[in-house]
């Protein structure tokens, strides 16, 4: 017969992850990153060549 009883091996339901999870994983910062140093290069070329 099947074991219907929970086990304490069993992994605990997934809760929603907010933003700061998100936030926290390499490849969205380093995409955060390029845009930010971009746009930081154009407002610095606006302001400081222009």
């Known amino acids: 017969m ?3 009883t929970p086990s ?3 992994p605990p339901k997934d809760k929603p992850r907010g ?3 998100a936030l926290s ?3 969205l910062m380093i995409f955060l990153a390029v845009i930010g140093s971009l746009l ?4 610095l070329h606006d302001l400081l060549l222009l």
Do not use: I, K, S
């Not at 930081?40 to 407002?43: D, E, G, P, R, S």
């Open 2 to 4: 099947l074991d219907t």
């Open 8 to 10: 304490e091996a069993a």
């Open 19 to 21: 933003c700061l999870f």
């Open 25 to 27: 994983q390499p490849p």
């Open 40 to 43: 930081l290069m154009a407002a």
